[in-house]
Every structure is written in C-alpha cells, then in structure tokens.
Nanobody, 122 residues
Framework: QVQLVESGGGLVQAGGSLRLSCAAS????????MGWFRQAPGKEREFVGV???????NYADSVKGRFTISRDNAKNTVSLQMNSLKPEDTAVYYC????????????????WGQGTQVTVSS
C-alpha cells in the first residue's frame, strides 16, 4: 500500500508559478514511477507528466517546457514545478504512483492522492 498526499495548490495569476508536492508513504518509493494528472471541471482527467523510477520523464504536449517533475527518493517526495501558468491549467491536480511508468501515463495509477486545487486567473 502507498499513501500519497499532495500539497502546494492555490490561486495564481497567469504567467505565475506554483510548485506542487506529493509525499508518499508505504512501500519502497524509489521503485515506483510517479506521475501527475489533472482534472478540470466538466472534463476528464488528463495526463500531465510522469517520472520513471530511473529518472526519465515524459510530459503532455500542453505542459512541455513549462512544467517539470522532480523526485527526492530520500524524502519520498515528488514535485511538479509549474511555470508560465495559463488559465487553462486550472484544475485539480493529482499525484499517482505505479510500478510501471508506461502503465501510469495511461492513467492506470495503482495509487492516487486526494488532489490539490490549482486556479490560474487571467
């Protein structure tokens, strides 16, 4: 079992930055791929980015060059640095974990956090 708790959401103006964090507890964190997803009101949940346990990353085209995932295996945390935020980035952001990054980026997370709200004003 892996427990995930997100933090760092909030309200920011367009063009600003936010950093989300996800604290993991439970099984060996370093063995898991960690990902971020988001869900805007009235829309389906969508993939944001993933970091494999080895450190490779993949991002959705909509966030490439603006968002960066990092992880600290010693602290069991994964972060999402979001720069140049746009109103269309407004959503609830979820942290997820799965032993396979390829599976995780399809939205098939084995474990999910409760989500944190990010609101970008224009």
């Amino acid at each position: 079992q892996v427990q995930l708790v997100e933090s760092g959401g909030g309200l920011v103006q367009a063009g600003g930055s936010l950093r989300l964090s996800c604290a993991a507890s439970g099984r060996t964190f370093s063995n898991y791929a960690m990902g971020w997803f988001r869900q805007a009101p009235g829309k389906e949940r969508e993939f944001v980015g993933v970091m494999w346990s080895g450190g490779s990353t993949n991002y959705a085209d909509s966030v490439k060059g603006r968002f960066t995932i990092s992880r600290d295996n010693a602290k069991n945390t994964v972060s999402l640095q979001m720069n140049s935020l746009k109103p269309e980035d407004t959503a609830v952001y979820y942290c997820a974990a799965h032993p396979s990054g390829s599976v995780l980026q399809k939205g098939q997370g084995a474990y999910w956090g409760q989500g944190t709200q990010v609101t970008v004003s224009s």
